[in-house]
């Protein structure tokens, strides 16, 4: 007997990573798979603000801190190394780099992971980031923000980013308030860039669409 349409694409997709759509949607296959539709053009949507998070935040990180430790390359300055963990991080992407050729302080920054910035406004373990880079420097890069609550909410944002990233489900978030934080952490470091997420955003209009795209009113975007 030959497969229907909805279970070829069930098994393309695969049962058990099917299975949270299907059972948010009460077993109706037909509706589940709008909501993996939906759920594929929401975190396409969120990818954007997410992206401009990270580079802002890693950009006006790494400025602090070069004009805290006068070295575009600050983290090879004794006083400003990162604990293990981040030197680890820094050497890998300086092995990879170096592989293929020169480079520069910018490319060390470009090659690091979002999970790298986040972590300098962490307690930072042995590395005593409080003390090395946030009382000094970077505190005054977050207008006032306190240090865990900033940590907390960038975490939030990271474990997002990773899940869109690595393809995972992120329809069951609350996806309008994870919009509203990416954008205003953005606003902490880069203003310009929040505001171009506020007026031109796809994110609300996506959001907006879930039920009708569920009902079948509206089409799936793929």
């Known amino acids: ?14 049962p058990e990573r099917f ?11 037909v509706v589940a798979l709008r909501l993996y539709a939906w759920d594929a053009e929401v975190a396409r949507a969120l990818y954007s603000p997410l992206r401009d998070l990270e580079v802002s935040l890693r950009n006006r990180v790494h400025r602090q801190l070069t004009g805290k430790f006068g070295r575009s390359d ?4 004794r006083r400003a190394e990162p604990n293990s963990w981040g030197m680890r991080k820094i050497r890998g992407a300086e092995d ?16 690091m992971s979002f999970g790298f910035w986040v972590s300098l406004v962490s307690k930072g373990g042995h590395g005593n980031y409080d003390m090395r880079y946030w009382n000094p420097a970077l505190r005054h890069c977050f207008n006032g923000v306190g240090r865990q609550n900033l940590h907390d909410r960038l975490g939030i944002m990271r474990t997002l980013r990773n899940r869109i990233a690595h393809h995972e489900r992120v329809c069951h978030r609350r996806l309008e308030e994870d ?14 860039l929040a505001a171009r997420h506020e007026k031109y955003s796809q994110v609300p209009a996506v959001l907006a ?6 009902s079948g009113e509206e089409e799936i975007v793929l």
Request: glycine fraction near 4%; hydrophobic fraction near 50%.
């Open 1 to 14: 007997m030959a497969e229907s349409s909805e279970e070829q694409l069930v098994a393309a997709i695969s």
């Open 19 to 29: 299975l949270p759509f299907l059972e948010e949607c009460h077993g109706d296959v």
């Open 74 to 77: 600050w983290w090879n300055l």
């Open 96 to 111: 990879e780099l170096a592989e293929r050729g020169e480079f520069s302080p910018s490319d060390v920054v470009a090659s």
């Open 179 to 192: 919009f509203r934080t990416a954008v205003e952490l953005t606003a902490l470091v880069a203003p310009a």
């Open 209 to 214: 669409r879930k039920a009708r795209v569920l």
